[in-house]
């Protein structure tokens, strides 16, 4: 969830500095108005959440207040859906991810097709034919109750560290922007969402994200436009500087697990990033279930795939944007910015300049972004903590106590976010640690989730260890690739992967100048001693070496012939963690199941747990077996099986070649 979105939202960025804990006067002009419109970010969810609040005030089920009675429509949903991936993380990283690195993670949006069958085909017929209430109580149904409080304890924490870290980074990048203390930005942006929360319940919360979406969408949009606009006279030149510093990669086949992005950790590795997130988080699940019927449910997937290509789309364009403009004189390098996430906002500014209003337009909607994702984060946690807990210690308690518990579980989980955002402003070098493992516990979330829809031998006892297994395998593996280590320049494990930027000789003379001001002495001030430095490494154009240096200097990265084997598991690509998350829980739960099915206590599961395409495979294949691991249900349709058709009871036509089946298993029909 970085930078880029873990799958995108998630990117660790210790390879340079995000962070700043520097508090100084705003070097970005802002205008009044654009100060009025960025406000507006923050009062939008107030104002949706009291309207919801006052014609709903007389709620009477907590299913009402925690999912919406089931009643949503598919546009606002799907746009939730869609904010619940996005945050100011994702809209300011992934240019920069482009800027860096280069195209080649867009490789990721073709997979969203395959994610996008499997979703609608395979995992929200299981939750809709069960009637979930909360995502997690498939686990009590499924395996035991252990299971779920498990599943439901890292989702929690997973949910927690992730808003934290997302309202931390917003109010250090805005009050970087606007000149405003980042505590106070921080307090407030605490209160709205909780505010906004506690009123509104599920149906406010995802009126207003729909709607943070659209001002996100718009912004993003307007930005493109007008860089595009920009640059319209020497298209051609600034194209070029893109393709030569080999900034536009898809084709890149390198089969090396450590390389951060190539054309097999962008589409197998993507793959798992989306599926686990659009199939194993508690935050989309609950969307989901959220609508009338499985019909509705599949257009909103489809819907919500749409939206995530045009917005990832627009961050890569972008992100070519912001590199052309700072082609041969990197901000960073030169001191005007103090770190690469400032880079769009220090874009934009320039882009906008004599343009009133729309660099606060643009600030709203990267506010809007982050808004959308904590609220959701509340919302999930609310409803989780009130079904999987609550309700279950007090089975007879009202619905109306019911909702209270929930309201007030939203003001504790605000207030504990705000003590943890203080904490994260003081432990800056763990933060990138943090944000990988939030990303890397999406696939152990899918992992035990496709245990219960696609294996029914998988028990209870074996999806636990096989869970907690993968977990500590990736977590050990996540801190010792950020040790640091001597083993390269950047002091870590995993290679520095970044292409080099060229550099102008008019922008070190640039470089000097504000160096000179400033009364900085970091490195060499002296021309000819810059001029020396970067020749060295053949990255400077003058006027004597006019065009910018081969390919082969830009686009290698120093594998350390040297690496012990350990070493080398450690160097693997961030892009890899959930797809080793969810086939770990998979293979460890699958084995360990089998070691403990002689102490199951329960052998058959009820056959609406199983996702009905595998189900009808598995009775295909050892249809004895299923007799032994599957319930019958009278409430729920009869197959018969033969070799290529499933009947309904009381039908005639059998094919007569084959045998007849062993035993009949009830699944439920989906329509």
Same mark, same amino acid.
């Given at each position: 969830m970085e930078g880029l979105m873990y799958p995108n939202s998630i990117v660790s960025y210790r390879n340079h500095t995000i962070f700043s804990n520097r508090i100084t006067p705003s070097p970005y002009h802002l205008h009044s108005w654009d100060y009025v419109i960025f406000s507006f970010a923050f009062l939008l969810p107030v104002l949706v959440s009291s309207i919801f609040g006052f014609f709903e005030r007389n709620r009477k089920s907590s299913e009402e207040y925690l999912i919406g009675r089931r009643e949503m429509s598919v546009f606002p949903v799907s746009l939730s859906l869609f904010s619940g991936f996005i945050s100011g993380v994702t809209i300011l990283g992934n240019p920069v991810e482009i800027y860096l690195y280069g195209t080649q993670i867009w490789v990721m949006i073709l997979t969203l097709l395959p994610v996008v069958f499997m979703l609608v085909h395979f995992y929200l017929p299981v939750y809709f034919n069960m009637e979930l209430n909360s995502p997690f109580e498939y686990f009590e149904r499924r395996f035991s109750r252990t299971t779920r409080i498990l599943v439901s304890i890292v989702s929690l924490a997973q949910m927690m560290i992730y808003m934290t870290l997302v309202v931390h980074f917003t109010t250090i990048v805005s009050s970087k922007v606007i000149g405003i203390d980042g505590n106070i930005l921080t307090a407030v942006t605490i209160v709205v969402t909780v505010y906004s929360s506690y009123l509104g319940g599920y149906r406010g919360t995802t009126w207003t994200n729909a709607l943070q979406v659209l001002i996100l969408i718009g912004s993003l949009l307007t930005a493109v436009v007008l860089g595009l606009l920009s640059i319209s006279q020497d298209f051609k030149i600034q194209w070029n500087h893109v393709i030569v510093e080999n900034r536009f990669q898809i084709f890149n086949f390198d089969p090396d697990p450590s390389a951060r992005s190539t054309v097999w950790t962008s589409s197998i590795g993507g793959y798992f990033v989306w599926i686990s997130f659009y199939?194993?988080?508690?935050?989309?699940? =609950?969307?989901?279930?959220?609508?009338?019927?499985?019909?509705?449910? &599949?257009?909103?997937?489809?819907?919500? #795939?749409?939206? !995530?290509?045009?917005?990832?789309?627009?961050?890569?364009? !972008?992100?070519?944007?912001?590199?052309?403009?700072? %082609?041969? /004189?990197?901000?960073?390098?030169?001191?005007?910015?103090?770190?690469?996430?400032? $880079?769009?906002? &220090?874009?934009?500014?320039?882009?906008? &300049?004599?343009?009133?209003?729309?660099?606060?337009?643009?600030?709203?909607?990267? $506010? /809007?972004?982050?808004?959308?994702?904590?609220?959701?984060? $509340?919302?999930?946690?609310?409803?989780?903590?009130?079904?999987?807990?609550?309700?279950?210690? @007090?089975?007879?308690?009202?619905?109306?106590?019911?909702?209270? !518990?929930?309201?007030?579980?939203?003001?504790?989980?605000?207030?504990?976010?705000?003590? !943890? @955002?203080?904490?994260? =402003?003081?432990?800056? =070098?763990?933060?990138?640690?943090?944000?990988?493992?939030?990303?890397?516990?999406?696939?152990?979330?899918?992992? #035990?989730?496709?245990?219960?829809?696609?294996?029914?031998?998988?028990?209870? &006892?074996?999806?636990?260890?096989?869970?907690?297994?993968?977990?500590?395998?990736?977590?050990?593996?996540?801190? %010792?690739?950020?040790?640091?280590?001597?083993m390269d320049e950047i002091g870590y494990i995993s290679p520095n992967q970044r292409l080099p930027l060229v550099i102008t000789e008019s922008c070190l003379e640039k470089m000097i100048l504000l160096r000179n001001r400033n009364n900085s002495f970091e490195g060499s001030n002296n021309l000819s001693s810059l001029l020396t430095q970067y020749n060295e490494k053949e990255l400077i154009i003058s006027s004597k070496n006019p065009w910018i240096p081969t390919i082969k200097s830009i686009i290698s990265w120093n594998k350390n012939q040297n690496d012990v084997i350990e070493e080398e598991i450690f160097r693997i690509s961030y892009l890899w963690y959930p797809a080793i998350g969810c086939v770990g829980t998979v293979f460890f739960g699958l084995l360990f199941s089998l070691l403990f099915i002689k102490f199951q206590k329960k052998l058959t599961v009820s056959p609406e747990c199983f996702s009905p395409p595998i189900l009808r495979l598995w009775l295909k294949w050892f249809p004895s077996h299923m007799c032994k691991w599957i319930e019958p249900d009278e409430n729920l349709m009869l197959l018969s099986y033969s070799a290529f058709s499933f009947l309904p009871r009381g039908s005639e036509k059998i094919n007569r070649k084959y045998k007849e089946p062993k035993c009949d298993v009830e699944i439920t029909p989906v329509y």
């Open positions: 199939g194993g988080a508690q935050t989309q699940i =609950q969307r989901f279930i959220s609508l009338p019927n499985l019909r509705t449910a &599949k257009r909103a997937a489809y819907l919500n #795939i749409s939206y !995530l290509v045009i917005l990832l789309s627009i961050c890569f364009v !972008l992100g070519l944007l912001v590199f052309a403009n700072y %082609f041969g /004189c990197d901000p960073v390098k030169i001191g005007t910015v103090d770190s690469f996430i400032e $880079l769009v906002p &220090k874009y934009i500014e320039n882009l906008y &300049k004599g343009h009133v209003g729309l660099y606060g337009f643009f600030l709203a909607g990267i $506010l /809007c972004a982050s808004l959308s994702t904590v609220m959701s984060c $509340l919302n999930s946690m609310s409803c989780l903590l009130t079904l999987d807990y609550f309700k279950h210690w @007090v089975p007879n308690i009202s619905e109306e106590r019911l909702i209270f !518990l929930s309201k007030i579980m939203n003001v504790f989980l605000g207030g504990l976010s705000f003590a !943890l @955002v203080i904490v994260a =402003q003081n432990i800056e =070098q763990f933060l990138p640690l943090l944000w990988e493992i939030v990303g890397m516990s999406f696939g152990p979330m899918l992992g #035990i989730f496709s245990l219960g829809i696609f294996f029914p031998w998988a028990n209870s &006892k074996g999806s636990i260890v096989g869970m907690l297994s993968t977990l500590i395998l990736l977590i050990t593996a996540i801190t %010792f690739s950020n040790i640091p280590t001597n």
